[in-house]
């Protein structure tokens, strides 16, 4: 099915990625609707909810079936054929989103819904992008601490502003939408690509809870990815840095090396510091290898670019005509 504008539109869009999520599908149902209509009589916005199932290996595309045939009025499912990621299911739901306002949740509850008023206030008042900062993370030390440091980095190396880039629970006027659907990349991370089109960007803090149920689908390897390709999608600063690092290294193995020589004609040979010149091998090697697995990563970025395969694949559209 196509993404076709009916006549009339919602006003609000909700996008919700959903996978492996059938534990607690229901209890964010109970939640979400209620407080979805509850907004439209507070602030006069008709609204819509997508959910983009991701591939799914358990029964949450037959849960999101069976709810849509409750609400279809407000309710749309798009179900992906495989798993492309959190990202790419935000993606599809901004390709069929039909709101003025956009709105991105998910669906493990520990961004209560009910915090969706007050993005959408700020959207309302002209705000084109509503970025987050969750107030008491109920996350692991380890979390909290990587996400700290990964902040302070992001911010040193692309110049974007977030003070938490973890919470997904933002919005987004429909201009920013549009030009962020235009950016063709392979991979990318929304948040920080819609800020930098922002011309009124604002940041609000929400409540934050613990999962309902199941656990984070992130692993250690996901989040290093995600912020491999946060930072190498939005700067070129690691290249430049690593540049300067490898001719200073450069200058100073090139002055020990002067040094080693002189040493040898003023005092002859000698096997001390054998050691200490194997550590500096090591070390100098690790810098190189760390160098080619850097370049690589901007190298494969464009392969996935050059390639302009589909970032995702839609197998069919639950929406009412």
């Excluded at 009339?8 to 990625?17: A, G, N």
């Excluded at 209560?112 to 959408?120: F, V």
């Excluded at 689908?217 to 939005?234: A, E, H, M, S």
Aim: with cysteine; proline share 3%.
């Amino acid at each position: 099915m196509s993404a076709t504008t009916p006549q009339k539109s919602p006003q609000l869009s909700i996008v919700i990625p959903v996978y492996n999520e059938e534990d607690g599908l229901q209890a964010l149902f109970d939640r979400l609707f209620p407080a979805m209509d509850r907004l439209r009589v507070e602030l006069g916005l008709s609204y819509e909810i997508i959910f983009v199932n991701d591939g799914s290996k358990d029964r949450s595309a037959g849960i999101l079936a069976a709810q849509y045939e409750l609400r279809p009025d407000v309710t749309r499912v798009v179900l992906f054929q495989n798993n492309f990621g959190q990202h790419m299911a935000i993606m599809a739901g901004f390709e069929y989103a039909r709101g003025e306002y956009i709105i991105t949740l998910d669906a493990d509850l520990q961004n209560p819904p009910e915090e969706i008023t007050l993005l959408a206030k700020q959207l309302v008042d002209g705000h084109d992008y509503v970025g987050t900062i969750r107030s008491n993370r109920q996350d692991s030390w380890f979390r909290k601490i990587a996400s700290r440091a990964m902040n302070h980095l992001r911010q040193r190396i692309t110049r974007i502003t977030m003070t938490d880039q973890g919470c997904m629970l933002r919005g987004y006027h429909r201009r920013i939408v549009n030009l962020v659907r235009q950016c063709n990349e392979s991979n990318t991370f929304i948040p920080a690509l819609a800020y930098t089109f922002a011309a009124n960007p604002t940041e609000i803090t929400v409540k934050h809870e613990e999962r309902f149920a199941g656990e984070s689908k992130y692993t250690l390897y996901q989040l290093i990815r995600l912020n491999f390709d946060l930072v190498t999608g939005f700067s070129v600063m690691p290249l430049q840095i690593f540049s300067i690092l490898g001719m200073l290294l450069a200058l100073g193995s090139g002055t020990l090396f002067a040094i080693l020589l002189v040493r040898r004609f003023v005092l002859g040979s000698e096997v001390e510091g054998v050691f200490t010149l194997f550590a500096l091998t090591f070390f100098l090697i690790g810098v190189m290898l760390f160098g080619l697995g850097l370049l690589g990563e901007y190298i494969g970025r464009i392969y996935q670019q050059v390639r302009e395969r589909p970032r995702y694949v839609v197998q069919t559209v639950l929406e009412r005509q």
